[in-house]
């Protein structure tokens, strides 16, 4: 195996950049400047308290993964985004009513401060969506070069010595890579001509990269998981990852669907349903962004249970996702799942799941690891697709031909072996054999 390149020290400001200052982005910054604080407590977030075993299981070496590895601390960090709405951080954060205003007014002068820069926004590729914040430009190449622009001003004026970006803006219709995303000169072709293939999150990405910064993506939606894209991360070396983060009924999806095949336990049907009230569940409602969002929440199932390999219990699974706009119920989604399943010679079984979950309480955490481990890997001279992140997506970015990793548990040990490779410790691999030599 390759030796790991030595990682650098994480000395500086690092700027977060979001695009898209809604729901998730304020509830991440508010959780952040609480936290940093001593005003609350990052909960699910791994790299302010996951452990990580190192050598044997004798040894008694569990460092927290942020004295293992060189992260940026919490107190380290300053924020930027861009928004079609002109509310600040504490306005998006107060409409969004993800936390209460008691929580929200310790922070309000710190989030007041957040103004989003105005937003590179064609309306056809989110229909749900009306805002006046916008830029304009003769091209879509102009509009990047608008992008490349605040971020080198976000840089100088916010004193960060490195940038990262995630992408936490609305979902945009279903649209799958046609030939502009294929090489970066056709790409770069098609911003001279407003490709119509070419999405806002794209335009986004693309100055991102150009400008070294690496690129996560939240949302279902392309974004960075393109030929071309990755041809420029590659030229670039920019890390990228995504797409769309694991959060609710996937999270638990890719926690129950493991244990079934561990067990050769039988799967016939698995029905998917969500109410949620919030934005994101209004921009859901349009069909075409929910497109995205179902391609993307289908896909976990089939590479876990690997019916090509285990056809008797799992060749005929009717799986079936609903997502429906509920707005009584804001950013408190409610998912039903129910699991038609099979045993010895076949007798059926039942299992219900009823998640009461908060979709940006449960997404903040991911933002928070997303954005510290993208800069370290950055440090660590990763370059193109971070696969070792898959573990905080619903759809993870793979290399061409390779299919994606959807078991959380090997995500999990995926993500920290990387971070023992990264320094140098040997890997786990749970043999154990070891012990009774
Ligand atoms: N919360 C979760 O559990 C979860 C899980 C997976 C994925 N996501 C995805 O994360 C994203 C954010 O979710 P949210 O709940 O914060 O949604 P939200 O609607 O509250 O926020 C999205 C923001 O993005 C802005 N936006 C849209 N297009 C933009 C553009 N081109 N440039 C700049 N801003 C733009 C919108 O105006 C809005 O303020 C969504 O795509 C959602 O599907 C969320």
Redesign the pocket.
Known sequence: MKRPPQVQTADGKLGVLL?????????FIAGCLLARRGLGQPFGSLTQLATIRLGKRTDNRTPAIKDFVPLAGLDQLVFG?????E?NAYE?ASH?EVLSREQLDLVKDEMSAIQ?MS????PE??KR?N?TH?KKAKTKADMVEALRQDIRNFKQSSGASRLVAV??????IYFPASEVHQSVAKFEKGLLENDPGIA??Q??AWACIKEGVPYAN????LTVDFPAALELAREHKVAVCGK?????QTWMKTVVAPGLKARMLGLSGWFSTNILG???G???DDPDSFKS?EVSKLGALEYILQPQLYADLYGKIFHKVRIEYYPPRG?A?EGWDNLDIFGWLGYPMQIKINFL?R??I??AP?VLDLALFMDLAQRAKFSGVQEWLSFYF?SPMTAPNLYPEHDLFIQSMKLKNTLRWMMGEELITHLGNEYYD
Do not use: H, M, Q
């Open positions: 695009p898209g200052l809604g729901a998730v982005s304020t509830t985004a861009w928004d079609l709405f509310d998006s969004a989003p937003a590179a926004f064609y590729y989110v969506l805002g916008v992408w936490c803006g609305s979902t945009e806002n999150s335009l986004y939240g949302a279902p939606n769309d983060f694991k959060t609710g919030n934005r994101d209004e921009v859901l969002k950013d989604k979950c979709d940006s449960l997404a991911i619903k």
